[in-house]
């Protein structure tokens, strides 16, 4: 009687540790999967804002190089990289300003998907890149 509640108990307690185990997993994959939506929706809003950014500068001195440093300036304080800049002049006169960034998410589990064979989409997944204009 005594040796059939032990194993009425170890069976309790594997049930347990199995749940927390598979708790444990859905959380962390939860929480890689917020940190990769978070740095794409964060890249496309940033980059617009540092075209704006760029295009005020320009607008102030008329020098594309302190309008790039500007873009640049915003995505460092953003923790984003400069991939492009480019201007031209739009159908009224005035110039755009394009600004393409580089976000990084900082993944627990998934960035160990590159191990088998996946490593070029985990780079574009957890470096993504948007562009935004000036308008």
Known sequence: ?????????????REILWLAVGLAIF?????????????SQSVEGDAA???AEAHTEYVQTTDLAA????????LIK????LVAFSSATGLDGTTVITVKAKAHADTHVFQFLRYV?????????TNPTGTGTSD
């Open 67 to 74: 309008a790039k440093l500007a873009a640049q300036q915003y």
């Open 1 to 13: 009687m005594y040796s059939a509640r032990l194993r009425r108990q170890d069976g309790f307690i």
């Open 78 to 81: 953003s923790n984003k990289k």
């Open 49 to 51: 804002t540092a075209a």
């Open 117 to 125: 064979g996946l490593k070029k989409w985990v780079n574009q997944t």
């Open 27 to 39: 959380a962390v994959v939860v929480l890689d999967g917020l940190a990769i939506f978070t740095a």
